[in-house]
């Protein structure tokens, strides 16, 4: 094996097969946040500060009289953990939601308790039934692609919006952040909230079922939402100066908050997924995309990132007991799980809805022009 080419500006490398680097080696990822997001949609800065104060007026004036001025989806996780601090201190009065999976770590459930009680804002738990969110999850499986964590992640927004609706609730307010998740690359996995391919997967490699499964699909997640229900997803995180040790250390002072160790490592299956079946199958290091991330917004420095990589991606020794978990709750054997993971990909030529997209961006454009 060849020794991959790092990124001189960030550690991205030649693990993602479609990077590409200029005369100075940096790579197409932080040549990105660069050029397009930094200044652009990322603002910790007066002006960011200028349209969150905009925002959160409008969002306040709009919620006079309702219960609530918005939502908000708890992961347990330290964006959702930390907006919700922030949205409580700014006067907004949330609405908050935990989308429950199946695969919680109990500290993420503590956090989420802990935290909603500390604050006096109302929580709302939603428990998707396991039978369909496995049936979903084994499917993605046997497919063998990419994201394993599509189930889980259309789940939670599919449930979530669902849920605003029906409560009229029209601001979301979404931990989404460039200031430590900027760099993600396109072949490490696919959209989670392609609803045609979700369907295609569950038909070709399960039963087809997704009768108890939450599903967004086109016409309601680029449509029906956001013009129609004027459903409005606000990412606050993106106009504060948002450090994730800084969050943490706020967390654990502030609320009896406890850290759970790594990113995502918040839901069980996420931590083995990312930890385990990417690695190990596809050579995929998502840990890679975290810290250029953490470089690029100046957290961290690229030296304190490369030194992090020098730990195992998976903690030795909590794999046999973490996989042993996750194999027996989707009851699947050993012997078909490595039989899975080390057989070619299965799934090509996949459905995907990425022509109705583009048509929707031009509609958009359309809309704008026709209504400004
Ligand atoms: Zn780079």
């Excluded at 949609?41 to 959160?56: A, F, M, Q, V, Y």
């Excluded at 609405?95 to 989420?112: F, M, P, Q, R, T």
């Excluded at 070619?344 to 509609?363: D, S």
Aim: glycine share 6%; proline share 4%; with cysteine.
């Amino acid at each position: 094996m060849t020794t991959p080419q790092v990124c001189t500006r960030c550690i991205m490398d030649t693990t993602d097969p479609e990077i590409t680097f200029d005369e100075q080696g940096r790579c197409n990822h932080c040549t990105r946040f660069f050029d397009t997001i930094q200044g652009v949609h990322w603002l910790p800065n007066g002006e960011g500060k200028r349209i969150l104060d905009e925002t959160i007026a409008k969002i306040k004036n709009e919620g006079k009289g309702k219960q609530y001025d918005g939502i908000i989806g708890l992961s347990g996780g330290v964006d959702s953990s930390y907006l919700l601090c922030k949205v409580k201190e700014w006067g907004l009065r949330p609405l908050a939601v935990h989308v429950d999976a199946g695969w919680n770590s109990e500290l993420a459930v503590k956090n989420i308790e802990v935290l909603c009680k500390k604050l006096d804002i109302d929580l709302h738990t939603i428990v998707i039934d396991w039978e369909a969110m496995r049936n979903v999850q084994v499917a993605f499986l046997r497919s063998g692609v990419e994201n394993q964590d599509i189930p889980q992640d259309h789940a939670f927004f599919a449930a979530l919006y669902r849920y605003a609706i029906k409560k009229r609730v029209r601001y979301v307010f979404n931990g989404a952040n460039f200031a430590t998740e900027s760099i993600l690359p396109a072949a490490w996995g696919y959209d989670a909230m392609d609803s045609t391919y979700l369907s295609a997967i569950v038909r070709r490699f399960g039963d087809g079922n997704l009768k108890n499964f939450p599903v967004v699909n086109f016409w309601e997640y680029y449509i029906y939402y956001p013009y129609i229900r004027r459903m409005t997803v606000v990412r606050p995180l993106n106009y504060i100066h948002y450090r994730k040790c800084e969050a943490i250390r706020e967390l654990e002072m502030n609320y009896g908050w406890r850290y759970y160790g790594a990113k995502h490592w918040e839901s069980r299956f996420t931590k083995f997924f990312q930890g385990y079946y990417l690695p190990t199958r596809f050579g995929y290091d998502k840990r890679k995309a975290h810290l250029s991330s953490l470089v690029v917004s100046g957290e961290i420095t690229r030296d304190e990132a490369l030194e992090e990589m020098k730990k195992p991606v998976y903690p030795p020794e909590h794999l046999e007991s973490d996989k042993a978990y996750v194999l027996k709750k989707l009851r699947i054997s050993q012997e078909e799980f490595e039989r899975l993971i080390n057989s070619p990909r299965v799934a090509e030529n996949i459905p995907t809805n990425a022509k109705l997209k583009m048509w929707a961006r031009h509609a958009k454009k359309t809309m704008k022009t026709l209504f400004r």
